[in-house]
């Protein structure tokens, strides 16, 4: 089983940035590039919702549309890390960040069944962003 750790977040307001950072450990036998990794969060009262997933290997990533051009997720194989850089935040923002990991899950670009939360197995505990004036 993959662990995870979310850090990273934080209060801020309207208009300013973050960057989370999810690490993976107890990565054992495998390559952190054979895992996919998403951003999922929950806000209060909600379900929660993939926010933005990269693909294992050579694959793409997504976003959920009220985030693009505002988020961008990247990975650093050689750190097991994956960051998913926040700007331009706003209200409807603010909810606790998961990080989760799912090992051989390839997907092409733009794919939202990637980003789904019955795709991924395992899962770090949250990080919460808050985002008010």
């Known amino acids: 089983e993959v662990q995870l750790q979310a850090s990273g977040g934080g209060s801020v307001q309207p208009g300013g940035s973050l960057a989370l950072t999810c690490a993976a450990s107890?990565?054992?036998?495998?390559?952190?590039?054979?895992?996919?990794i998403g951003w999922f969060r929950q806000a209060p009262g909600k379900e929660r919702e993939g926010v933005s997933c990269?693909?294992?290997?050579?694959?793409?990533?997504y976003y959920r549309d009220s985030v693009k051009g505002r988020f961008t997720i990247s990975r650093d194989n050689a750190k097991n890390t994956v960051t998913l850089r926040m700007k331009d935040l706003k209200p409807e923002d603010t909810a606790v960040y998961f990080c989760?990991?799912?090992?051989?899950?390839?997907?092409?670009?733009?794919?939202?069944?990637?980003?789904?939360?019955?795709?991924?197995?395992?899962w770090g505990r949250g990080t919460l962003v808050t985002v008010s004036s």
């Open positions: 990269i693909s294992n290997g050579a694959g793409g990533t």
């Open positions: 107890a990565v054992s036998d495998l390559s952190f590039d054979d895992l996919a």
């Open positions: 989760a990991s799912e090992r051989g899950l390839y997907f092409s670009g733009g794919n939202s069944l990637g980003c789904t939360t019955v795709a991924y197995s395992d």
